[in-house]
């Protein structure tokens, strides 16, 4: 077996060098896929080469925060983000766009969510909690993902949370542009989002309606990006993010089927075939939300013991 490699090595091991690997058995790479698409929320579509968001993955249960756009760059991920909020139903509502390179991976993202009225320790830290669609709320969306004009994939479904993610991808979020098309639940619905849109700064010229079907392209965000999102910081996260794509495609190599690539890389890269694991938005944008609000909590138990250590000395 070969020494496991750290995924900067400078001459990473190649899977044409290893052809005769005796522990690629068929099975074996079956669950490896099975393995990733259980753990991560996610399937695979073979046809067009890319993962998908599931309909109740556990992201579905995080919904979302303005946090998560403003810790995206430094947890590793450069993308555009367009939130675009309204009132419909006596509800807030908020249909955000993403796209951009999410660590491995270039894709996109529609989220559609409702504001949540529960008033919690981790709202007043990391801002409005806004809730997944219910399955009452779905909407019927459509995105292509193009770069530089030439198509990388196509989604459209019923969903909350209509994704793409193309392994191995490396892109700049400027190269790429989202074709849109959202159905709204009615009239009065599609007239708010309209009015959302065009409170963000699309003109009437940039959007096209048919029926409840509002349509646009989403290139360069009307919207302000996160303040985390600095020049210096973005070239630095995309320095690493193209050196993890160039090492991604040269040590599976001549490898065609996604089963074999990941199990090269669980054997030549577990780094890498860990950053699959967590790959997209949410997980460690979670899993760095656990930890702030565990240190904000155990802050705040030292702040109020120490107030309390006062009180009674002065007594």
């Not at 801002?127 to 004009?149: C, H, I, R, V, W």
């Not at 400027?174 to 009015?195: G, H, R, Y």
């Not at 999102?229 to 070239?235: F, V």
Request: proline share 4%; net charge negative.
């Amino acid at each position: 077996m070969s020494e496991q490699i750290n995924i900067f090595d400078e001459e990473p091991i190649r899977w044409d060098n290893y052809k005769n690997f005796g522990a690629l058995p068929e099975e074996t790479g079956i669950d490896a896929l099975d393995e990733i698409i259980e753990i991560t929320g996610y399937s695979y579509d073979p046809e067009q080469d890319i993962f998908y968001s599931n309909m109740d993955p556990w992201q579905r249960k995080i919904g979302y925060r303005r946090f998560f756009d403003e810790a995206a760059a430094p947890t590793g991920m450069i993308i555009d983000c367009e939130p675009i909020t309204f009132q419909y139903n006596n509800k807030e509502w908020l249909i955000g766009f993403w796209k951009g390179q999410y660590d491995l991976v270039t894709g996109s993202e529609i989220g559609v969510y409702t504001k949540s009225s529960k008033r919690t320790l981790s709202s007043l830290i990391f801002g409005t909690l806004y809730q997944s669609a219910t399955n009452d709320e779905l909407l019927q969306m459509s995105s292509t993902l193009k770069k530089n004009g030439k198509e990388l994939f196509t989604r459209q479904d019923k969903h909350w949370w209509l994704t793409g993610f193309k392994l191995g991808e490396f892109s700049q979020p400027s190269e790429l542009t989202m074709e849109i098309s959202v159905t709204l639940q009615d009239q009065t619905m599609c007239a708010a989002f309209i009015k959302g849109l065009n409170d963000a700064g699309y003109s009437e010229q940039e959007l096209r309606r048919s029926g409840l079907t509002v349509s646009f392209e989403f290139n360069t965000p009307h919207t302000p990006q996160p303040l985390t999102r600095t020049k210096a910081l973005e070239r630095i996260v995309q320095w690493k993010n193209e050196q993890l794509c160039n090492m991604f495609q040269e040590i599976t190599g001549s490898s065609t089927t996604l089963p074999e690539k990941l199990k090269i890389l669980e054997q030549l890269s577990p780094n890498l075939y860990n950053r699959i694991i967590d790959m997209g938005r949410s997980k460690p944008l979670y899993n760095l939300q656990q930890t702030l609000l565990a240190v904000s909590i155990a802050l705040l138990i030292i702040i109020i013991g120490a107030v309390c250590s006062i009180y009674f000395l002065k007594s």
